[in-house]
């Protein structure tokens, strides 16, 4: 039986990760401040998390991640002396705390497979929201159903300027968006949900609207993806697919089969040349980056990414503990603080490095990576059977494998505050995984005693 403060903590998480997923810019002004719905949640989440008994167990890589939430916070917070004002670092640095906090509330809250169905209930609703809007922004006979929500300045801030883009594409094709954001940052949210979502499948079996809900949410994420029409996005698709059948078995694996069968069959019949879709992007973007890489910006800025910080930080030695922060972005954009400004940053190795240092770069791959390797251990001491353990700890391992391709070709993760929620909500999840193990053995040794009784 959950107490009372665990019951809120709870319900606030859900509600959480239903704007996470569906609308994480809904918000109001304060003046010149914009106050974020998902922020004042998250706050809510931690104020009543902050009570519930402590796990019995160390929280892995608990240090780093408080180290790199002192750098960012550090960092913004010398920057803003440097460009004069303090008003905005201290506001971002608020939104970043509330994001990392994610990772420390996720684990002290889930503590059972209820407790995460429950979760995942709220994020189907917003995952199906953000894929209807991927789809219908993206075919020209659908558009002005999405702008309606997308022109709206409360869910959308840019909303203005995003409703005169939409409406500058007339009736061709477009790159889908939603009121999570662009179209590489929606379609790494829908990568991340979609594997979870079969949880519910298993462990769930929701009757009723939820039902249909989910099964059109499992069609439609993969056909959302793919309206983003962004090569990161659909290799991120496409390496979480390989992961569901190399670490997956039986219905999940038919299922995946079944989708990629119907969408092959579905943009066949139509055409993949059709005027209703946009692949000649995907065709001349990935032709540029084999036959002509440094030819583009668009294209270079991405190997670029990898090259540049290091020959950077030559000439700037201070980078390796200290960057430029993001808060100066808001200020002017005219401030120069640097020779970081300006260069290739299309990843998020570089741009932690320009914002943060190298310190601080390097640590975040690390955590990536260590999570990964912690994940992957679980998965090789555990069977592949039907405990919800089991099924979980693969499943994060496939949303860490297409987690890699927002990680190397995008820098959302930590250049903006959602982006980063996301980062942090994943990383808890996979930390979780011990509060799962534990639970299960429990109701097994107490289901044993009981049958020796």
Same mark, same amino acid.
């Given at each position: ?10 319900? =606030? ?16 002004k304060l003046g010149p401040i914009p106050l974020y719905l998902?922020?004042?949640?998250? !706050? ?14 160390? !929280? ?24 004069? /004002? ?18 420390? %509330? ?23 929201? /953000? ?22 300045? +409360? ?9 005169? %883009? ?19 940052? $929606? ?29 059109? #949410? ?9 309206? %983003? ?25 038919? +299922? ?9 069959? $579905? ?12 692949? *000649? ?38 980078? =390796? ?38 310190? %601080?770069?390097? *640590? ?17 001491? #555990? ?5 919800? $353990?089991?099924?979980? /700890? ?30 942090? =909500? ?28």
């Amino acid at each position: 039986m959950m107490n009372k403060n665990h019951a809120k903590a709870l319900k =606030f998480l859900c509600i959480t990760v239903l704007l996470l997923f569906g609308a994480p810019k809904i918000n109001i002004k304060l003046g010149p401040i914009p106050l974020y719905l998902i922020d004042i949640f998250i !706050l809510l989440t931690m104020y009543y998390a902050r009570s519930l008994p402590k796990l019995p167990y160390k !929280l892995p890589y608990k240090n780093l991640v408080q180290f790199i939430l002192f750098m960012i916070l550090l960092n913004e917070l010398l920057n803003g002396l440097r460009i004069g /004002t303090l008003i905005q670092p201290i506001y971002l640095m608020f939104r970043m705390s509330l994001a990392v906090s994610l990772f420390f %509330t996720v684990s002290k809250i889930i503590r059972k497979p209820e407790h995460l169905t429950t979760i995942l209930k709220y994020a189907l609703v917003g995952a199906f929201i /953000t894929a209807l809007l991927l789809i219908f922004s993206s075919l020209p006979f659908t558009r002005v159903y999405a702008v309606i929500f997308l022109s709206n300045p +409360i869910l959308m801030p840019n909303a203005d300027a995003l409703a005169a %883009t939409l409406a500058a594409v007339g009736d061709g094709s477009d790159r889908g968006t939603s009121l999570i954001g662009v179209s590489i940052l $929606s379609g790494a949210f829908l990568n991340v949900i979609w594997p979870l979502l079969f949880l519910l499948l298993t462990f769930y079996k929701p009757k009723g609207l939820l039902k249909y809900i989910l099964f059109a #949410t499992l069609v439609l994420v993969p056909i959302g993806v793919i309206m %983003t029409y962004s090569r990161g996005a659909i290799l991120a698709l496409i390496l979480v697919v390989i992961g569901i059948a190399i670490f997956q078995k039986g219905k999940y694996r038919s +299922i995946v089969l079944v989708l990629l069968i119907g969408g092959y069959i $579905s943009f066949s019949f139509i055409g993949f040349d059709s005027k209703y879709f946009f692949f *000649s992007r995907i065709v001349e973007r990935t032709e540029a980056a084999l036959n002509n890489p440094f030819g583009d910006e668009r294209e270079s800025e991405r190997i670029n990414a990898y090259v540049q910080p290091f020959e950077h930080i030559l000439n700037n030695p201070f980078y =390796f503990f200290t960057g430029e922060g993001f808060a100066r972005a808001k200020v002017s954009d005219t401030i120069d603080l640097s020779s970081g400004i300006n260069r290739a940053d299309h990843a998020v190795f570089a741009k932690a490095y320009y914002a943060y240092g190298l310190l %601080t770069s390097i *640590s975040i791959i690390l955590l990536y990576g260590l999570l990964a390797n912690y994940t992957l251990k679980l998965i090789r001491k #555990t069977p592949n059977n039907n405990l919800f $353990s089991s099924k979980l /700890t693969r499943v994060l391992f496939v949303v860490l494998i297409g987690f890699s391709s927002w990680f190397s070709f995008g820098h959302a993760a930590v250049s903006n505050p959602r982006g980063t929620m996301l980062m942090f =909500f994943v990383f808890g999840l996979v930390v979780l995984q011990k509060n799962i193990f534990m639970y299960e053995y429990q109701q097994n040794y107490i289901d044993s005693k009981k049958n020796k009784v």
